[in-house]
Each structure stands twice: as structure tokens, then as C-alpha cells.
């Protein structure tokens, strides 16, 4: 059996990472937007234009979910990563504003706790994952135990020493844990969609700096955005790495340009109905005795 991957529009397409293949982020330009002519507007034009084409997105989303949770066969797992300021939570809140709030669960994964430390890695993802009919939305995801801990070892949960972090072969084996769980969920009926939210260093300090500048976002910034920070380039090695190893076919990687928050979050939009609608749904059709039961009960409705 196959084990086939979203399909989504062509202009999305040239945004999944190749499969197999060495991904260097330099060559990925963060402040990319879909249409070129947009470039020679200020932000505020730009924003504007987007925002018309948000609510485009918005309604079509709409009827992609409605056509999704009616045939309920298929579920949707759409994983967000990206470094602090990316634009997940905004990206969410764009999504989640075209939706019917019953289809959707958010799931935000903070620092594990004993209990997910108390057992493998996936655990406390797989807990959690959309039903049939479903889209669920990881704010940081299973990604995260190759990407923070790659990067700070020491937060990861105890391990002997034989399979822990410094044995051989470790991190691959991980990408594979991955690789196998995402077929795994493909081969039953959920559809992955990865999207990495690709910022610029600069872009990130200011947004951190505009954090700073407004009374009403201190409640977003954290000092340890900071000090993160510091490591941003051992993030963005580890970013290449575990793009390199888990862009699959059947479980792409979307790298977005995200340093215009209104490309990300039209990208997001459009890539999770684009795939919907490839899956070439339709609404359950009934048997001619059970349209029988329902013309009955028609006739006793408007004849109460
Ligand atoms: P935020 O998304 O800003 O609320 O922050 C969540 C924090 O949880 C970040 O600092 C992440 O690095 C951390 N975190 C999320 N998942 C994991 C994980 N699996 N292991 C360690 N830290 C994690
Ligand atoms: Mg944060």
C-alpha cells in the first residue's frame, strides 16, 4: 500500500522541503512574500491586501472543515515549530478563526512533566492526536525532543547511558522513532502537515524589542527568550538536521517565510484547505429507505 502525502496547490508545493535532502536555512530567504508586487508596498499596504485575502481563506477553510468533519474519515494533525516570535500562536489564531471550534483542538506542548518524562518521548503526543473528522493543531509538537534538547541536553529525562544522548546513533534514531510514528498515523488516516515558521535572526529581535516597547505585550516576553537567543545558531543547525531527516513524502516539511506575519499565516490557511480539498471528499450519501425516514419525518414536522 502507498503511503501518499498531502496534496496541495503548485505554488505551495515549492515550499516542502525535498525530501532526502541536506537543508541549508541560508538558502531559504524569511522575508519572502507569495506575490512579488507586494514588495514595493509599505507594510501597512501589505497588510491590508492580505488581510482581504485572510478572509478569502477564511470562508474556504470553512467549507473544507464542514466537508472533513461530514465525511469523517480522514483527521488532520497540523504540527507548527519555529523559534520564539515565529508567529505560531498568531498563526493559530488566523486558522482557528476560519473554523467551527468543535472540529478543532489546540494542543500547546510546554516543558514535559514527570509523568510525560516517565515514559517514551511520543507518549504524550500521541495522547492527543485529531479523530477521524478532525483538526488538531500542535503548538510545538514531538519536534521539540530533537530541537530544544538537541540543543540543551541537560532538560532532557534521564536516560541510561547505553541508549541515552551521548550513545552512537542517538538523534538518528529519534528522526526514525519519528519517521515511523508519522507513517504510522498516515497509513491510518491522518493527514500531517509540518510547517516550519522560518524568521530571520533580525526580525526576531524586533519583535522581541517590540515586546519590550509595549506595556500591553510584557505579558508575551519572556527573559529566556533572551537568553535562547544566544543559541541561535546551534537552534538553526538542529532546525537543518531534523528538517533533512523528517521531510518525508508521506509527512513533508513546509518551510514559510515568516518575517511577514500575514505570508505565514495565508500560507498556513491555504495549505491546510489546499490538502483538504485534495483528498477529494464528499458528503455521506443515504440509502433510498433511510431518505424514506427523513421525508417521513419532514412531513410530521410540518404538519405539527
Ligand atoms: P512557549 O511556547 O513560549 O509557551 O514555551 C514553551 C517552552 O517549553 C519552550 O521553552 C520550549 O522549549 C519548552 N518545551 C516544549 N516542549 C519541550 C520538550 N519536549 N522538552 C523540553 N522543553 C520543551
Ligand atoms: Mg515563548
Known amino acids: 500500500m502507498e503511503v501518499n502525502g498531502p496534496i496541495v496547490r503548485k505554488y505551495l508545493k515549492k515550499f516542502i522541503a525535498e525530501p532526502q535532502k541536506k537543508i541549508r536555512l541560508k538558502n531559504y530567504d524569511a522575508g519572502q512574500v ?6 514595493d508596498k509599505s507594510d ?3 497588510n491590508e491586501i492580505l488581510k482581504e485575502v485572510l478572509k478569502k481563506d477564511q470562508s474556504a477553510l470553512f467549507a473544507a472543515q464542514d466537508l472533513l468533519a461530514a465525511s469523517h474519515k480522514y483527521g488532520i494533525l497540523i504540527v507548527l515549530q519555529g523559534m520564539d516570535t515565529a508567529g505560531k500562536d498568531g498563526t493559530i489564531r488566523h486558522v482557528m478563526s476560519g473554523v467551527n471550534p468543535q472540529g478543532c483542538e ?6 514535559p512533566g514527570a509523568e510525560d518524562h516517565a515514559h517514551d518521548f ?3 503526543y500521541e495522547k492527543v492526536m485529531p479523530e477521524r473528522g478532525m483538526i488538531g493543531i500542535f503548538n510545538r509538537s514531538y519536534y521539540e525532543d530533537v530541537l530544544v534538547v ?6 532532557m529525562e534521564e536516560l541510561p547511558e547505553k541508549i541515552g544522548p551521548d550513545a552512537a546513533g ?3 534514531g529519534r528522526y526514525k522513532d519519528i519517521n515511523a510514528f508519522e507513517k ?6 491522518t493527514v500531517i502537515l509540518k510547517f516550519f515558521l522560518h524568521i530571520s535572526k533580525d526580525e526576531q529581535k524586533r519583535r522581541l524589542l517590540d515586546r519590550l516597547n509595549h506595556k500591553e505585550k510584557y505579558w508575551k516576553f519572556s527573559v529566556s527568550d533572551v537568553a535562547e537567543r544566544q543559541y541561535w545558531d546551534d537552534y538553526m543547525d538542529a532546525y537543518e538536521e531534523m528538517l533533512s531527516a523528517t521531510s518525508t513524502g508521506y509527512a513533508p516539511w513546509f518551510i514559510v517565510p515568516a518575517d511577514h506575519k500575514w505570508m505565514a499565516r495565508t500560507f498556513v490557511a491555504e495549505a491546510v484547505t489546499s490538502a483538504i480539498e485534495g483528498l477529494s471528499l464528499s458528503y455521506p450519501t443515504f440509502p433510498d429507505e433511510q431518505i424514506l425516514h427523513l421525508t417521513d419525518a419532514k412531513k410530521q414536522l410540518e404538519e405539527e
Open 106 to 111: 489546540v494542543h500547546s506542548f510546554k516543558v
Open 184 to 189: 504510522h498515523l498516515v497509513r491510518n488516516g
Open 150 to 155: 538537541h540543543v540543551h541536553p541537560e532538560r
Open 170 to 172: 542517538f538523534w538518528e
Open 122 to 124: 511520543l507518549w504524550r
Open 34 to 39: 507569495q506575490n512579488e508586487s507586494l514588495k
Open 44 to 46: 501597512e499596504e501589505v
